[in-house]
């Protein structure tokens, strides 16, 4: 029978030692370098990926915030809470609605050379400050609600607000104003118009647009006002409207100024006949009651809700986790916004050679990973980037207030235009 040869001990320590060695002569990982244009985040293998949030959080707009906010949440909780291995930390700051809001909240973020990108602001107002903020320190942000032209681009031109790195999932309200003014010229046949806006790049943004196509179309601007934000009394602005001639007055502002421009609108002489329009900025609950009957007659203009079992998935599981229903339009397109900057940093990140679970995050990276986003498929629609950082669906509708006992979803249901019409 075969015997197999016996190896002696010795010899076999011998060959151990040898095989010990030469794995240890083995080259090692070479130390990762950075060569990203803008630089790189270094996540540890034990650290999280650090994500900062700007959205209002206070005042009289923080619902808007807080329904933003908590589809960042339910973006992560979707993914387990984790991303690449590592647990995903949101960094959350109140923005304010303001230019120094965001100026302050974004330079609370940046601080943190772990933060990899910024999902936010909330309003165009704190975003016109707070990109400066953000594209100065190399990152990206990504807001699902700053719907102002100036922050991206105006009739393909770059905007006077835009730095590179911002994007956004929310429409370019230069649409939006021409959607109104649209529907104004072409459907309601008014050919006087007036204007209000309160100076924020938003109203600023929409009044503009809305004059601009409206006399374009062949109406004529009677009137173009500003008022103040915190202004509580709109007689003197509405009495120039009144005798402005004017059969329309388009007014893109929030609460509470547009409850007070709408209940005074009804004590002022001349204003009977005068047809009242906002935008999505009124769009709200608290707005229909502290109106009421006043506002009955006024038109809106917002973007489009979505619609498909996916939309209604997560309006389910939002209302599950909170306990109540979302308040405004924009929570859908955060939930995008935030989907699609996590898509993209797992997309660029880099494993460390060392295989202990180091990630590396090109900044540069990550800007173009978004920018060069195309047909992502959201809640909000087929989702593409163009140069500026527009990404969202352009569609409008207009509702009108008939009945405010129905409250949001009877506004919301009572559609009267849709623009563009033939999509």
């Known amino acids: 029978m075969y015997e197999r040869a016996r190896i002696p001990f010795e010899v076999s320590i011998l060959v151990l030692a040898i095989a010990i060695v030469l794995v240890g002569c083995q080259p090692s990982a070479p130390p990762f370098e950075c060569t990203d244009p803008i630089g790189c985040v270094e996540v540890g293998p034990d650290d999280p990926i650090k994500i900062g949030v700007l959205q209002v959080l206070s005042g009289d707009l923080q619902l808007y915030g807080l329904d933003n906010l908590r589809s960042v949440e339910l973006a992560v909780e979707d993914r387990g809470g984790e991303l690449l291995g590592h647990p995903i930390d949101l960094k959350t700051e109140d923005s304010l609605c303001s230019k120094e809001g965001g100026t302050t909240a974004a330079s609370k973020i940046v601080a943190d050379p772990q933060i990899v990108a910024i999902i936010g602001p909330t309003c165009s107002g704190a975003a016109a400050s707070a990109i400066e903020v953000m594209s100065e320190s190399g990152l990206v942000m990504i807001s699902g609600s700053s719907s102002a032209p100036s922050l991206t681009s105006v009739g393909g031109e770059r905007g006077s607000d835009w730095q590179p790195g911002f994007l956004r999932t929310a429409q370019n309200d230069a649409l939006s104003g021409r959607a ?17 806006d309160d100076g924020d790049p938003y109203t600023r943004g929409l009044a503009d647009t809305f004059q601009q196509v409206f006399t374009e179309l062949g109406g004529e601007i009677v009137l173009a006002a500003v008022v103040n934000k915190g202004d509580t009394n709109m007689q003197p602005v509405l009495t120039a409207v009144a005798r402005s001639e004017a059969e329309l007055v388009f007014f893109p502002v929030f609460q509470p100024e547009g409850d007070y421009i709408v209940l005074h609108a009804r004590e002022v002489e001349g204003l009977e006949n005068i047809t ?4 999505e900025g009124l769009y709200q609950d608290s707005f229909i009651e502290t109106v009421d009957q006043a506002g009955v007659g006024l038109h809106l203009v917002i973007p489009t809700t979505p619609e498909g079992p996916a939309y209604d998935a997560f309006v389910s599981k939002y209302e599950a986790k909170y306990e109540e229903a979302p308040t405004q339009i924009y929570y859908t397109h955060t939930y995008d916004a935030a989907n699609m900057l996590l898509n993209a940093i797992d997309a660029v990140a880099l494993e460390d050679g060392k295989v202990d679970g180091t990630l590396h995050i090109g900044r540069q990276a990550l800007r173009d990973a978004l920018y060069a986003t195309a047909g992502y498929q959201g809640l909000t629609g087929s989702l593409t980037c163009d140069e500026y950082g527009d990404c969202g669906v352009a569609r409008f509708q207009v509702i009108r207030l008939d009945d405010p006992q129905a409250g949001l979803e009877g506004l919301g249901a009572n559609v009267v235009y849709t623009y563009p019409a033939d999509q």
């Open 180 to 196: 109104a003014a649209t529907f104004a010229f072409e459907v309601l046949g008014v050919t006087k118009a007036a204007t209000i």
């Open 276 to 279: 009242l329009m906002s935008a």
